[in-house]
C-alpha cells in the first residue's frame, strides 16, 4: 500500500473533491479538497479483498449471523484499547451522526439543553437543533495554542435544563487526546448535573506518538448507568460511504431505551458495512493503521512547518486525528478576508471555523489526509497567498 499515491475522485460522487467547487468557489480544475473529513487513500486490502468476495457470490440479500462481526469490534477493543466490550452491549448504527441523533432521540425530550464543549464537530449542534433540543455552549478555554476544559465556568452555566453531554475525544477539530484527569473531570460534571454522558470516540485509533487515547469506558466505573460510547471503522479505515457505526452500552437501563427506539424506527444495519467492519478490524487492518498513523504524521510535520513559518498563522498541536486546525488571529485580518486568501488565493477548500460553535471564529480546519505531494503543494500555495507577511 503507498499512501502517496494520487488518486483521482473527480466524478466519483465524492462529496469532497466533487463539491468543492459549488460550496467554496474553488475551481475543481486545480483546487485542493482538505474540508470533509474522508481520505484520499484506499482501505487495506482486507477491506477491498471482503467486498470482492461479496461480488464474486453475486447474491446482495439481508445479513445474518453477526457474532463474527460483533467479535471483531470485541477484538479490535480489546486488544487496541484495552476495553472489554460484550456482544450484547453493541448497537449497529447508520453511522456516529445517526448514532449521535439516536442518543438525543432516546436520552432527551424537547426542549432539554444538551451540552457541547466548543468548538466542536459541527454535526453535533445540526442534529440536536433539528431535533428541537437546545444547543448549550461549553467553550474550551485555549490556553498557551491547547484546549483545556474549564469545569467552574461550565458549572456556572449550566441552568438545570440540560440533560445530556456529548464528548468528542479524541477531540475534533483541536486534535487533543483528553488526559486521564480531564476524562474524570467529565465523568464528575455528568454526575453533578445528573447528565447522559455520549462520547463519541470516532478518532481513537488515529493518534499520534507520544499520546494515549483513554476510552471513557475505562475511566470511572460509577458513570456505566449514564455513559453511551460510540465508535466506528469509518473513519479509521475511510471507508465513512458504508454509513456504520457502533453505539456501545453497558448499562441494561440505557440499553433498554436506547433498543426501543432503534426498534421503533426500524433500523437496520448496511450489509456491506458489516463485511467491510469484519474484515477491517483484523491484525491486516490494525498493521494497516500502523503504517498510516506514522504516514499521517509526516504530513502534520510538513504542515505545522509550513503554517509557522508564516507570521501570524498557528496550528494547534495534533495528538490525534487528521485534522488540523488552524489559526489565523494573529494576522490581525477580518475572517472573511484571511478565509478568502486560502480559498482563492491558495485554491484550497477547508472547513470554516465558526461552524463548529463557539471559539472557532478565527480557525480554518485542514484535513492532511492525502498523498504528501498534496500537502507539500498546499504548503506552498498558503505561503505565496500570505507572502506579503512574511
Same mark, same amino acid.
Given at each position: 500500500?503507498?499512501?502517496?499515491?494520487?488518486?483521482?475522485?473527480?466524478?466519483?460522487?465524492?462529496?469532497?473533491?466533487?463539491?468543492?467547487?459549488?460550496?467554496?468557489?474553488?475551481?475543481?480544475?486545480?483546487?485542493?479538497?482538505?474540508?470533509?473529513?474522508?481520505?484520499?487513500?484506499?482501505?487495506?486490502?482486507?477491506?477491498?479483498?471482503?467486498?470482492?468476495?461479496?461480488?464474486?457470490?453475486?447474491?446482495?440479500?439481508?445479513?445474518?449471523?453477526?457474532?463474527?462481526?460483533?467479535?471483531?469490534?470485541?477484538?479490535?477493543?480489546?486488544?487496541?484499547?484495552?476495553?472489554?466490550?460484550?456482544?450484547?452491549?453493541?448497537?449497529?448504527?447508520?453511522?456516529?451522526?445517526?448514532?449521535?441523533?439516536?442518543?438525543?432521540?432516546?436520552?432527551?425530550?424537547?426542549?432539554?439543553?444538551?451540552?457541547?464543549?466548543?468548538?466542536?464537530?459541527?454535526?453535533? #449542534?445540526?442534529?440536536? /437543533?433539528?431535533?428541537? &433540543?437546545?444547543?448549550?455552549?461549553?467553550?474550551? @478555554?485555549? $490556553?498557551? *495554542?491547547?484546549?483545556?476544559?474549564?469545569?467552574?465556568?461550565?458549572?456556572?452555566?449550566?441552568?438545570?435544563?440540560?440533560?445530556?453531554?456529548?464528548?468528542?475525544?479524541?477531540?475534533?477539530?483541536?486534535?487533543?487526546?483528553?488526559?486521564?484527569?480531564?476524562?474524570?473531570?467529565?465523568?464528575?460534571?455528568?454526575?453533578?448535573?445528573?447528565?447522559?454522558?455520549?462520547?463519541?470516540?470516532?478518532?481513537?485509533?488515529?493518534?499520534?506518538?507520544?499520546?494515549?487515547?483513554?476510552?471513557?469506558?475505562?475511566?470511572?466505573?460509577?458513570?456505566?448507568?449514564?455513559?453511551?460510547?460510540?465508535?466506528?471503522?469509518?473513519?479509521?479505515?475511510?471507508?465513512?460511504?458504508?454509513?456504520?457505526?457502533?453505539?456501545?452500552?453497558?448499562?441494561? #437501563?440505557?440499553?433498554? /431505551?436506547?433498543?426501543? &427506539?432503534?426498534?421503533?424506527?426500524?433500523?437496520? @444495519?448496511? $450489509?456491506? *458495512?458489516?463485511?467491510?467492519?469484519?474484515?477491517?478490524?483484523?491484525?491486516?487492518?490494525?498493521?494497516?493503521?500502523?503504517?498510516?498513523?506514522?504516514?499521517?504524521?509526516?504530513?502534520?510535520?510538513?504542515?505545522?512547518?509550513?503554517?509557522?513559518?508564516?507570521?501570524?498563522?498557528?496550528?494547534?498541536?495534533?495528538?490525534?486525528?487528521?485534522?488540523?486546525?488552524?489559526?489565523?488571529?494573529?494576522?490581525?485580518?477580518?475572517?472573511?478576508?484571511?478565509?478568502?486568501?486560502?480559498?482563492?488565493?491558495?485554491?484550497?477548500?477547508?472547513?470554516?471555523?465558526?461552524?463548529?460553535?463557539?471559539?472557532?471564529?478565527?480557525?480554518?480546519?485542514?484535513?492532511?489526509?492525502?498523498?504528501?505531494?498534496?500537502?507539500?503543494?498546499?504548503?506552498?500555495?498558503?505561503?505565496?497567498?500570505?507572502?506579503?507577511?512574511?
Amino acid at each position: 500500500m503507498s499512501f502517496d499515491e494520487i488518486i483521482d475522485r473527480f466524478g466519483t460522487h465524492s462529496v469532497k473533491w466533487d463539491m468543492m467547487e459549488s460550496i467554496y468557489g474553488v475551481p475543481a480544475k486545480d483546487g485542493i479538497a482538505m474540508w470533509v473529513a474522508d481520505m484520499d487513500f484506499r482501505p487495506p486490502q482486507c477491506v477491498s479483498d471482503a467486498l470482492v468476495k461479496m461480488n464474486d457470490m453475486g447474491v446482495y440479500g439481508y445479513y445474518g449471523d453477526d457474532g463474527a462481526y460483533l467479535d471483531a469490534i470485541r477484538w479490535w477493543m480489546k486488544e487496541r484499547h484495552g476495553w472489554a466490550v460484550e456482544r450484547n452491549e453493541i448497537f449497529t448504527t447508520h453511522g456516529l451522526v445517526n448514532g449521535t441523533a439516536m442518543c438525543v432521540d432516546a436520552f432527551t425530550k424537547p426542549d432539554d439543553g444538551v451540552v457541547l464543549m466548543t468548538p466542536v464537530y459541527h454535526a453535533f #449542534a445540526k442534529v440536536i /437543533k433539528a431535533a428541537g &433540543r437546545e444547543v448549550v455552549e461549553c467553550q474550551l @478555554a485555549l $490556553s498557551d *495554542g491547547r484546549y483545556e476544559m474549564d469545569f467552574d465556568a461550565w458549572d456556572a452555566q449550566m441552568k438545570g435544563h440540560e440533560t445530556m453531554f456529548i464528548l468528542c475525544s479524541p477531540h475534533n477539530p483541536g486534535g487533543r487526546v483528553w488526559t486521564r484527569e480531564e476524562l474524570q473531570g467529565v465523568a464528575d460534571f455528568c454526575k453533578r448535573h445528573d447528565l447522559v454522558l455520549v462520547s463519541d470516540e470516532i478518532h481513537h485509533d488515529l493518534v499520534f506518538p507520544g499520546n494515549t487515547h483513554i476510552p471513557m469506558a475505562n475511566v470511572d466505573s460509577s458513570i456505566a448507568d449514564r455513559l453511551v460510547m460510540m465508535t466506528a471503522t469509518t473513519k479509521t479505515f475511510n471507508i465513512a460511504g458504508s454509513h456504520s457505526g457502533n453505539v456501545i452500552i453497558a448499562d441494561p #437501563a440505557l440499553r433498554a /431505551k436506547f433498543g426501543a &427506539r432503534m426498534a421503533a424506527l426500524g433500523l437496520s @444495519a448496511n $450489509s456491506f *458495512g458489516l463485511f467491510m467492519a469484519e474484515a477491517a478490524y483484523s491484525p491486516d487492518g490494525a498493521a494497516w493503521v500502523d503504517e498510516l498513523v506514522v504516514y499521517l504524521d509526516g504530513n502534520r510535520k510538513i504542515l505545522d512547518t509550513a503554517i509557522a513559518d508564516i507570521p501570524g498563522l498557528a496550528s494547534m498541536n495534533l495528538e490525534a486525528t487528521y485534522l488540523s486546525w488552524v489559526d489565523f488571529s494573529g494576522t490581525g485580518m477580518a475572517r472573511e478576508d484571511f478565509t478568502n486568501r486560502v480559498e482563492q488565493g491558495a485554491r484550497i477548500a477547508v472547513n470554516h471555523g465558526p461552524t463548529f460553535g463557539k471559539g472557532g471564529d478565527s480557525f480554518l480546519r485542514f484535513n492532511i489526509a492525502t498523498p504528501r505531494a498534496r500537502v507539500r503543494e498546499a504548503c506552498e500555495r498558503l505561503a505565496e497567498a500570505f507572502s506579503d507577511l512574511q
